[in-house]
Every structure is written in structure tokens, then in C-alpha cells.
């Protein structure tokens, strides 16, 4: 079913359609032992999926924010230092830690 309105927000504020309707994230595995992690075979997997679910939630908020800076840009032309400061903001702070490749590691994200 479509959104008849694709800029009515939903449950997250920060997005509009599909996007808005995004289930926040789930809970890492409760039994899984960062100490010992071949212990249980299932929560390692678990937690495997877990982080890997975290990193593609991090990058696709990222590329949001970035489509939205440069519709910024392209609505405000010369003028977008003062009106787009916002959203790039948002954006400078949404790739902050969200490097799916190694390439991507700057300087204020944790190697793994």
C-alpha cells in the first residue's frame, strides 16, 4: 500500500514515508559472551546479524540524510552555506561510525 502523502511523517520524526515507518532497532542477543564468543555457535550468529543489521541501518540513514543535502543545495544555490547547514550537520554526524568497508574508517570510527 502507498503512502498517499510521501512527506506526512510517521513514527520517526526525522523521516518522511517508508522511511518514517522504519522499526527501531532490536536488542543484541541477550546470551552471547563477547569473552568466549564460540560458547554458543546460535548467539554468535545472532550477534553476527545483529551488528550487520546496525551497519546497513547506519549507512542507509546516512544516504538519507545525504539525498537531503543535495536537494538542499539544488533548492538554494549560492545560499545554501547559510540555509543547508542543518542537514549537513546531520549528514557529517550520521557517517560519523558507519563505514561499512574498511575504506570508509575515518578518524571517528572504531576499528573493528
Not at 546460535?42 to 551488528?51: C, I, N, S, T
Not at 549560492?78 to 575515518?106: D, F, P, T
Given at each position: 500500500?502507498?503512502?498517499p ?72 544555490g ?35
Open positions: 500500500m502507498s503512502d502523502d510521501p512527506h506526512r511523517r510517521g513514527e520517526n520524526p526525522q523521516f518522511y514515508g517508508a522511511a518514517a515507518h522504519f522499526p527501531k532497532g532490536n536488542a543484541p542477543p541477550t546470551n552471547f559472551d563477547p569473552n568466549n564468543p564460540h560458547a554458543d555457535a546460535v548467539a554468535k550468529e545472532a550477534q553476527l546479524q545483529y551488528l550487520t543489521r546496525e551497519t546497513f541501518i547506519k549507512v542507509e540513514t546516512a544516504k538519507l540524510y545525504r539525498e537531503r543535502v543535495q536537494e538542499c543545495y539544488k533548492l538554494e549560492v545560499n545554501h552555506y547559510q540555509n543547508c547547514k542543518e542537514h549537513v550537520k546531520n549528514y557529517m554526524e550520521s557517517i560519523k561510525n558507519a563505514g561499512a568497508h574498511r575504506i570508509n574508517i575515518g578518524p571517528y570510527d572504531k576499528t573493528p
